[in-house]
T-cell receptor, first 113, second 114 residues
Framework: DSGVTQTPKHLITATGQRVTLRCSPRSGDLSVYWYQQSLDQGLQFLIQYYNGEERAKGNILERFSAQQFPDLHSELNLSSLELGDSALYFC????????????FGEGSRLTVL | QQQVKQSPQSLIVQKGGISIINCAYENTAFDYFPWYQQFPGKGPALLIAIRPDVSEKKEGRFTISFNKSAKQFSLHIMDSQPGDSATYFCAASDGGGATNKLIFGTGTLLAVQP
């Protein structure tokens, strides 16, 4: 158990809809990272937050947004969903600096029909 | 320049054999090179990591070999076991303390046959 909690584990929705994925980091970790894993793209970095502020941005679509709340949990919002957005979405957390290790949750599997 | 290229895409090894997975990078600012292991239905978990000031790191049956001049690194799994069957990802980071974000390779699906 990594200590990172993601909900929901599975989500099925239709094209054009909006969903919110939630992540609770390990106790004490201030950094949260979001990754998208699809069969043909591997693990793609989307965005990182540190203590409530955006720290790094990757290949995140404009239809996607994220935020980190004062209690350090994070949410990834996916809107105007397309079939191609079907993927596993992972959240990871870390203590900034330190060993550099990211601790991953078990992911949220999104299926867009 | 931010890519990490990983090969092979899949690998089948007999129990007791050596599994070798290779990665290459372009960004010379990368300063941290971990390998993650992922089992079906689970998130990736750190297996072993190396920084560029050493050429090799060994932890049990797992060894990272690092070639800074060639910008390549590899994972060797000695005495491979069926329980090692998983997807392995190499990664790299140039965080420098500001961010620990990892750029991942595309993954290698390893199957160890009994």
């Amino acid at each position: 158990d990594s200590g990172v909690t993601q909900t929901p584990k599975h989500l099925i929705t239709a094209t054009g809809q909006r969903v919110t994925l939630r992540c609770s980091p390990r106790s004490g970790d201030l950094s949260v990272y979001w990754y998208q894993q699809s069969l043909d793209q591997g693990l793609q970095f989307l965005i990182q937050y540190y203590n409530g502020e955006e720290r790094a941005k990757g290949n995140i679509l404009e239809r996607f947004s994220a935020q980190q709340f004062p209690d350090l949990h994070s949410e990834l919002n996916l809107s105007s969903l397309e079939l191609g957005d079907s993927a596993l979405y992972f959240c990871a957390s870390s203590a900034l600096g330190g060993t550099g290790e990211l601790f991953f949750g078990e992911g949220s599997r999104l299926t867009v029909l | 320049q931010q890519q990490v290229k990983q090969s092979p895409q899949s690998l089948i090894v007999q129990k007791g054999g050596i599994s070798i997975i290779n990665c290459a990078y372009e960004n010379t600012a990368f300063d941290y090179f971990p390998w993650y292991q992922q089992f079906p239905g689970k998130g990736p978990a750190l297996l072993i990591a190396i920084r560029p000031d050493v050429s090799e790191k060994k932890e049990g049956r797992f060894t990272i070999s690092f070639n800074k001049s060639a910008k390549q690194f590899s994972l060797h799994i000695m005495d491979s076991q069926p329980g090692d069957s998983a997807t392995y990802f190499c990664a790299a980071s140039d965080g420098g303390g500001a961010t620990n974000k990892l750029i991942f390779g595309t993954g290698t699906l390893l199957a160890v046959q009994p």
